[in-house]
């Protein structure tokens, strides 16, 4: 829950800025617009956007059999993807992203047996993204929502030392699904800096992987992207 918050804290802030930003760089945009209408409009045009943010609150769970031991260990995985958007309309697009997420835990057990554990997840998606035309500041600052599916490809790396060490490597995969709200800023006709808080869901891998079998997560993110094509009319 305190991650949650802090996360909620962090995307308010960022939107505040953003907004201030936008309210500074709108007055020169709409200018510009009222000879030419048409010429913030995202019609037609593509986008390819660099994210990065945090998972937080991942659970990770491991049974050790040595001593009956039981550890759990929470952490942030960082989240780094690569997207792209065509905008069907001013106001909304089709989306697909494919990430990197990385998650770490090492468990430990009294006695002669140490497991030591990554986990890096991969999520492949697809899905739409919405900006209300009615809430477009002069098409400089964008609030949105957007939702995604896909799967989620995860790899895993095991390492047990005690008398011999063995390395164990596995891949699962599972259906998942990422919903998310954000702003983007127009900081102008090629660039746009985001942010986004969102929501990933899905489903428990078949089998673990590292220590993971569910990655479900919140997730807090900022991305820049570059705007390009001639657009529609």
Known sequence: MKSMFRAVAVISLMILSISLMGQTLSAPEAVASADRPASNSLRGKHCIEITAGLLSEMS?????????????????????????????ENDWGITFSAGVSDVDATVSASGSVTFTQSATVVPVLFGVKYQPSELIDSDVVRPYASVSAGPYFG?????????????????????????????????????????AGGYHLVADFPNRIGSLKNCSSPEISMSLGIVFGKGKK
């Open 155 to 195: 790899s895993s790396s095991t390492v047990r030392t005690g008398v011999t060490t063995i390395v164990e490597n596995r891949s699962e995969a599972a259906i998942g699904s990422r919903l998310a709200v954000g702003v983007d800023l127009r900081l102008s006709r090629l660039f746009k800096l985001g942010v």
């Open 60 to 88: 990770a769970t491991q049974e050790v059999s040595v001593g009956n031991v039981t550890a759990k260990s929470e952490a942030d995985g960082f989240l780094g993807s690569i997207g792209y958007t065509y905008w069907v």
